[in-house]
C-alpha cells in the first residue's frame, strides 16, 4: 500500500550530463562524430562483405551480423543522448524508458553471443579443418546467428520485466544518460528491490560470464594448436586470422567486467556517466577500426571494392 506521500511515475528525468554544464556541447560534437564513425564503418564492413564474394563465407556473414547488432544498440541508445545534450528537456516516458532497456540489452547481449559464436568458428577453422565445412554450413551458421538473435531477446525481456514490474514512486530521476539498470533500481520502491538487483545481476553477470569462458576455452585450444605448428609462417597465419575477433573480445569484455564486477562503493555522477560512455560509445567506435585494420582480408577487400569505384567515377 503506497503512503500519502507517494505517486506513481509516468515519466523519467535523464540528468546523466548535468555534471558537465559548459562540455555539453563539446560532448555532443565529440560523440556526434564518433557515432557517424561508426555508423559508417560498420556499413563499410557490410557493404564489402556482401559485394565480395569471396568473404561469403560463414567468418564474415558471422562479422556481418556482428556489425548489425552493433549499428541496432548504438542506435537504441546515441541518438537520444545527443538530443539531451542540446536539450533542456530531458523527460523519458515510461514505456519510452522500457523500451529503450529492452532493446539496449538484446543487442548488447546479441553482440555478446555473436562474439562467442565467432570464437567458435575459429576454433573449428584452427582445430578441426576437416570438419568445417560440415559443422560450419551456411545453415548451421544462419542457425547460430538466430539462436544469438533469441538469447539477447529473451535476455532484454527478462531484465526489462524485472525491472518494470517494480513500483517506481518518486522520485523520477535516473542519474544516467539513458535507462540503465542500476540507477533505475535506486528510484524502485517496495519490499522486493533488493531482491530483484540481485536477480537481474547475477542473471547478466552469469550470461557474460558463460560466453567469457567459452571464448577462452575456445582459445586455449587454438592456442594449443597453433603452438603445435611447425613453421613459423603457419603459426602466424593461422593466429593472424583471430587477431581481430581477439581484440575486440578483450576490449568488450574488458569494459563489461569494469560495469559489472566494479566494486559496490559509493559511485559520483561523473564516474557513472564516463563509465557509461566506455560500452555505449568507446567500445562500438572501436570494433570497427580493429576489424578493418588488423584483418588483413577485409582490409585489402575494402581497398579493391571502394578504389575500383573511385576510378569508375574519375574515369
Not at 579443418?129 to 538473435?149: D, E, F, K, M, T
Not at 527478462?158 to 533505475?184: D, Q, R, S
Request: with cysteine; glycine share 6%; aromatic share 12%.
Amino acid at each position: 500500500m503506497l503512503g500519502p506521500n507517494h505517486t506513481f511515475v509516468s515519466e523519467f528525468i535523464l540528468i546523466g550530463f548535468s555534471t558537465f554544464p559548459h562540455l555539453q556541447l563539446m560532448f555532443f560534437l565529440l560523440f556526434l562524430l564518433m557515432y557517424l564513425f561508426t555508423l559508417l564503418g560498420n556499413l563499410l564492413i557490410m557493404t564489402t562483405i556482401w559485394g565480395e564474394r569471396s568473404l561469403h563465407t560463414p567468418m564474415y556473414l558471422l562479422l556481418c551480423a556482428l556489425s548489425i547488432s552493433e549499428i541496432l544498440y548504438t542506435f537504441t541508445i546515441i541518438p537520444r543522448m545527443l538530443a539531451d545534450l542540446l536539450s533542456t528537456h530531458h523527460s523519458i516516458a515510461f514505456m519510452a524508458c522500457a523500451s529503450q532497456m529492452f532493446f539496449s540489452f538484446t543487442f548488447g547481449f546479441t553482440h555478446s553471443f555473436l562474439l562467442t559464436v565467432m570464437g567458435y568458428d575459429r576454433y573449428v577453422a584452427i582445430c578441426l579443418p576437416l570438419r568445417y565445412n560440415v559443422l560450419i554450413s551456411p545453415h548451421g551458421c544462419a542457425c547460430l546467428v538466430a539462436w544469438s538473435w533469441a538469447g539477447g531477446s529473451v535476455m532484454g525481456l527478462v531484465v526489462t520485466m524485472a525491472i518494470f514490474h517494480l513500483t517506481f514512486c518518486g522520485p523520477n530521476e535516473i542519474y544516467h544518460f539513458f535507462c540503465h539498470v542500476p540507477p533505475l533500481v535506486k528510484l524502485a520502491c517496495g519490499s522486493n528491490v533488493s531482491t530483484v538487483a540481485r536477480g537481474v545481476g547475477l542473471v547478466c553477470i552469469m550470461a557474460l560470464l558463460g560466453c567469457c569462458l567459452l571464448i577462452l576455452l575456445s582459445y586455449a585450444f587454438i592456442i594449443a594448436t597453433i603452438l603445435r605448428i611447425p613453421s613459423a609462417e603457419g603459426r602466424h597465419k593461422a593466429f593472424s586470422t583471430c587477431a581481430s575477433h581477439l581484440t575486440v573480445v578483450v576490449v568488450h569484455y574488458g569494459f563489461a567486467s569494469v560495469v559489472y564486477l566494479k566494486s559496490k562503493g559509493p559511485q559520483g555522477l561523473e564516474g557513472d556517466t564516463l563509465m557509461g560512455i566506455t560500452y555505449t560509445v568507446l567500445t562500438p567506435f572501436l570494433s570497427p577500426i580493429i576489424f578493418s585494420l588488423r584483418n588483413k582480408e577485409l582490409k585489402n577487400a575494402i581497398k579493391r571494392t571502394f578504389l575500383s569505384k573511385l576510378l569508375l567515377s574519375g574515369s
